[in-house]
Structures are given as C-alpha cells and as structure tokens.
C-alpha cells in the first residue's frame, strides 16, 4: 500500500475491527498518566518507562538465551541479511511469563486471547532487522495464511529489556523517529491508522547493534482471537 491519504488507500477485511480496537487503546493509554504520547502525524505510539523492573528482564533475558534460535521473516524479498537476531517464543504456561503478558495487555486493554505467544529477541554486534511492517499486506501470502488465525496485527508491544551500550535503536524512517533501547521501557504503537487501515508509516527498523548486546520482548495483538 502507498499513498499519504486515506482515500488513497484500500479497505482492509479487518478496518472496522482495527478501526474500534484503535478507539479502545487510544482512550485507556490517555487515561494512564504513566503512559507517554510520542507524537507524529499519521502514526499513533507510547511508551512506558520502567514497564519491567530489572529483576524481571534479567529473567526475560534468560529464559531468551535458553530459546533464542536464528530468526524468521515473512518475507526476505531476496535479502538473506533482512533479519540476523536470534529469537523464540516464550513459554504461555509459564506462570512467570503468563503474569508479564497479562500486564502488557491489561495496559492496553485487550483480550488475553487476541495476544500472540510472547516473543524473545536477542541481538548481538551487527545484527539487525531491516526496515519491515508487522502488519499482513493482503495481498500477501502471509495475509493468506494469518486470517484465519486472528486476522490482522492490531497493536505491537515491545519492551527493551537492557539499556544498549550503541547503536540497535528502534528506528520508524517514515516518522524520522529512532527510539534507543532503554532497560525496561515498554514501547507500543497501533499498526493501523484511525480509520482502521493498516499504515505504512508503521514500517520501522531494528538497528544494527555498534557495541554489546539487545534483548527485547515483543507481544502482537490480532484484531480477532489468535490461533
């Protein structure tokens, strides 16, 4: 999709959906006083610093090294190197991990079971993830696999879980927006815009890793119950 005006752009399946989720987060996070507005027209993020306290991503960080596998894109687009992090899904029966995902949610107020397994991420020096949306285009072969299985990906959660010595910012090139990874801040962005249409000014970037390491988690929220 491409254009800067909604009219430009097609209907998604899931707009209502995406467009009445969208209405929910935004009222719930503007009534948080913890929750910071980062403001850029067109796209819709916040952050929360602390989300995590040290304890609690000392152990994330763990349980991601003793899953991290090389990671997996959707589509490569012929770019081997598009994503060189490690990664893996945290354990959902974990009572540990089952409580952090239940506070990401309860946050945004959304159902437990629109929310994907959490995800663990682990870069090291150089790695990186290219510029990529985590929404399914539809016309997709990712989209035609993933709507039966939740449907669109409402809202993207994603908490830092170390401070990084450089470089590995979350970078959103669309937005002229790099947010630098600090130890638990939780960052949060809806996927679509207000009218419920996937945005392209979503797409964003890890950043290759200059010194040490990035440990992040990352929660997305489907517009229907994940399967």
Not at 3 to 28: F, N, T, Y
Request: with cysteine; glycine share 10%; hydrophobic share 35%.
């Amino acid at each position: 999709m491409t254009g800067s005006a909604v009219a430009a752009r097609p209907e998604h399946p899931d707009s209502e959906l995406l467009r009445r989720i969208g209405q929910k987060v935004r009222k719930r996070l503007a009534a948080n006083r913890a929750v910071h507005t980062i403001a850029h027209g067109g796209a819709e993020l916040w952050a929360v610093s602390g989300f995590f306290d040290p304890v609690e991503c000392g152990r994330l960080i763990a349980l991601i090294d003793a899953t991290a596998r090389p990671s997996v894109a959707y589509a490569l687009g012929g770019d081997e190197d598009v994503r060189t992090s490690f990664s893996g899904d945290l354990d959902p029966n974990d009572p540990f991990v089952r409580g952090l995902d239940r506070r990401i949610g309860s946050l945004l107020g959304l159902p437990y079971d629109t929310g994907e397994v959490l995800e663990g991420q682990r870069y090291t020096a150089g790695q990186q993830f290219k510029e990529h949306i985590d929404w399914f285009p539809p016309d997709s072969p990712g989209w035609q696999r993933e709507k039966a299985r939740g449907g669109q990906r409402a809202f993207t959660a994603m908490a830092y879980l170390n401070t990084v010595e450089a470089g590995g910012e979350t970078d959103f090139p669309k937005l002229d927006l790099a947010i630098a990874p600090r130890q638990g801040t939780l960052l949060v962005w809806n996927n679509a815009d207000p009218h419920g249409v996937p945005s392209p000014l979503t797409s964003h970037a890890g950043n290759p890793v200059v010194r040490g390491a990035k440990y992040v988690v990352t929660k997305w929220f489907r517009a229907r119950p994940w399967r």
